[in-house]
């Protein structure tokens, strides 16, 4: 593949209703997408899954512009022609920024399996044509309202429940979830990094419910933390944060720290490096989901791609499009008996839909060769 230029398209999307979490609430989400046109005309999209300001992560969707202008993509247009699967190789000097590296070479890949005629699926590794979907519900202002939310979901389809928890807000809701609907609900929660290690006592009255997994409870870097909580709780410990690469996987399982893994393409700097991480998890007996960073139509068919793989055996965050956007810039993915179908077009197997795309776009800018 040879890239004639880059385009970085900013995009505003507003969510149908606020997302809170521990680390704060989200009401709209700025985001980044990457397009390659190549020498023979072929376009290739990533998306950028940077928030707006670094309260998931250290990455921000103005510092991804920023390394993606003045360093990733000069490099990307000064090698001339390459294969995706270098991208990666050829982007490696530059330290961090994993988000902005996963979506140039999302884009890379999407531009080279489609003159290939190839679909993500079918170069991930994908052995499902449908994915059972799971969605994320936020901290809500009481417990009447989440009752609320988690009944919608389910009359929607969704097969598996995950509750974003605080401290002040985790038994409670939890409990709450239980008596209304039941022990056959499949229920998890997500602390993203709220809790410390002193909480442990506090995490274990949850053991009760018999959650799938309680994801990412401590720091990001506290990976001996989350080995020392494994042993002081019986709800399984999924990790999120801390899983930056396939070795950090290893390496976390190999201590102990976690029993199931989120595996998110942005955090691990790209699709290639997820399904390396997704090898690594299934050659431990580790079972694997696929997270959601509130992607457009254009991430999420990559993720549902991704989720079809052997080993991830548990529902992912791999929601339909309605339940952030009331107008996705693809075509929207619909949720039907609780799955998803894994697009079988070359590429992605989406592309933007032009005026949806032109009326969510707040800024553009074109680097060439
Ligand atoms: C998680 N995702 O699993 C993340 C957290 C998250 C679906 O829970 C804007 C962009 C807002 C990314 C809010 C889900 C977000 C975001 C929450 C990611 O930890
Ligand atoms: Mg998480």
Known sequence: MMADGVELRRIAM?????????????????????????????????ECVAMAAPRYSSEYVDAAADVL?????PALLAAGPVRAHAVAG????FQGHRMAKAALEMAVLDAELRSELRSF???????REKVPCGVSVGIMDSVPELLD?????????????????EPGWDVEPVRAVRERFGDDVVLQVDANTAYTLADARHLARLDPFDLLLIEQPLDEEDVLGHADLARQIKTPICLDESITSARAAAA????????????????LGGYLEARRTHDVCVANGVPVWCGGMLETGLGRAANVALAALPGFTMPGDTSASGRYYAADI????????????????????VAPVPDRL????TASEWLAG
């Open 90 to 93: 050829l982007l490696a000097p």
């Open 69 to 73: 202008r003045r360093y990733l993509v």
């Open 14 to 46: 507003p969510l149908v209703s606020p997302f809170r979490t521990s680390f704060g609430t989200a009401t709209s989400r700025e985001i980044l997408l990457v397009r390659v046109v190549t020498d023979d005309g072929t376009e290739g999209w990533g």
């Open 149 to 165: 939310a988690v009944g919608g979901f389910l009359d929607e389809g969704y097969v598996r429940i995950k509750l974003k928890i």
């Open 330 to 349: 693809t075509e929207p993915f619909v949720l039907k008996d609780g799955y998803l179908d894994v697009p079988d077009g070359p590429g992605l197997g």
């Open 252 to 267: 976390a399982i190999r201590l102990g720290a976690c029993q199931v893994v989120n595996i998110k393409p942005g955090r």
């Open 358 to 361: 032109t009326e969510v776009t």
């Open 121 to 127: 699926g079918h170069e991930l590794g994908a052995v």
